[in-house]
């Protein structure tokens, strides 16, 4: 399946995603913060990216951003997985260059189905 870079500084919201995508077959990386999900997404080069906003540093925005505008890591899907919720953070998030966001807890179906489409 996919190799997929878990970006969250949250020991249990990385736990709960892992608990949905490895009995799936995906192969989880983590990253505990922007800075840190940047560089791993250029040494591992993942199949797509959940990637949280609220994280102390560089934020899942802006690191969404840098990711998206670099040639390197440019094609790599990412899902905005975040605890806020209004329209804005979401088309703010789109904007960023995200191909999906989430609120967190994500739905389990919803989450997969998401990840299937990005993955084709």
């Given at each position: 399946?996919?190799?997929?870079?878990?970006?969250?500084?949250?020991?249990?919201q990385v736990a709960n995603l892992s608990k949905i995508l490895e009995p799936k077959g995906h192969k989880i990386n983590v990253a505990t913060n922007g800075e840190e999900g940047i560089a791993?997404?250029?040494?591992?080069?993942?199949?797509?990216i959940l990637m949280d906003v609220v994280?102390?540093?560089l934020n899942g925005f802006q690191a969404t951003r840098k990711l998206?505008?670099?040639p390197e890591t440019e094609d790599i899907p990412i899902i905005l997985v975040s605890t806020k919720?209004?329209?804005?953070?979401?088309?703010?998030g789109l904007r960023q260059g995200a191909r999906g966001y989430l609120?967190?807890?994500?739905?389990?179906?919803?989450?997969?189905?998401?990840?299937?489409?990005l993955l084709g």
């Open positions: 399946m996919a190799n997929i870079l878990i970006v969250d500084d949250s020991p249990t791993a997404a250029r040494a591992q080069n993942p199949d797509l994280m102390p540093g998206s505008r670099d919720d209004q329209e804005t953070d979401r088309i703010w609120v967190k807890p994500p739905d389990e179906a919803e989450l997969i189905k998401l990840i299937n489409e």
